[in-house]
């Protein structure tokens, strides 16, 4: 799951490409691409909050709102009521450096999640999520093997495309 900046909500990362990356909606499961030279991605494992002591990732706070039995503020209620909610919920938070506006957006995206059904945890290092399915091996490549008199490497029986030059304007 994915924080896209400039996007509201949460996002599955569908496909990575060289300048950006399919993303799924997890609220109404549009399809986009974004592009990474106007957006940021931010892995909600990598994000961590401020805390009194050391900081935490986010998934333990999330996990506290879980395990907690106090209701989930409205989505527009004031930055007090909300204050008050974490307060109570995950006390070690350093509420001096954690703004208003992080914490609505932490019960926004913690609302989403269980919405979408998605369980709520790290991921143990050095596991990659593949649905349970193998790794495919790597087929090894073979070198292209180039003599020093040869100006290009082409390989033999390759086809050879003939490149008509630009036309000359008098």
Do not use: C
């Not at 300048?19 to 399809?31: A, F, N, P, W």
């Not at 008050?84 to 006390?91: G, I, N, Q, R, S």
């Not at 989403?112 to 999520?129: C, D, H, N, Q, Y």
């Not at 073979?142 to 000359?168: L, M």
Request: proline share 5%.
């Amino acid at each position: 799951m994915v924080s896209v900046t400039g996007l509201g909500g949460l996002y599955e990362l569908v496909s990575s490409k060289a300048d950006g990356g399919i993303v799924r909606s997890l609220e109404d499961k549009t399809t986009k691409f974004v592009s990474n030279r106007v957006h940021n991605f931010s892995h909600l494992e990598s994000i961590e909050v401020y805390t009194t002591n050391d900081n935490v990732n986010l998934v333990d706070v999330f996990t506290a709102m879980q395990n907690n039995k106090e209701a989930l503020p409205d989505g527009k209620a004031d930055n007090k009521a909300i204050k008050a909610y974490f307060e109570k919920v995950y006390p070690a938070m350093d509420f001096e450096r954690v703004y208003g506006s992080d914490m609505k957006k932490m019960i926004k995206w913690f609302d989403i999640l269980t919405k979408a059904g998605i369980e709520i945890k790290l991921s143990e290092p050095g596991t990659e999520e593949n649905n349970g399915e193998e790794a495919a091996p790597v087929a090894e490549k073979k070198p292209v093997k180039t003599t020093s008199s040869a100006k290009t490497a082409t390989p033999k029986n390759a086809p050879v495309k003939k490149i008509n030059s630009p036309r000359k304007m008098a």
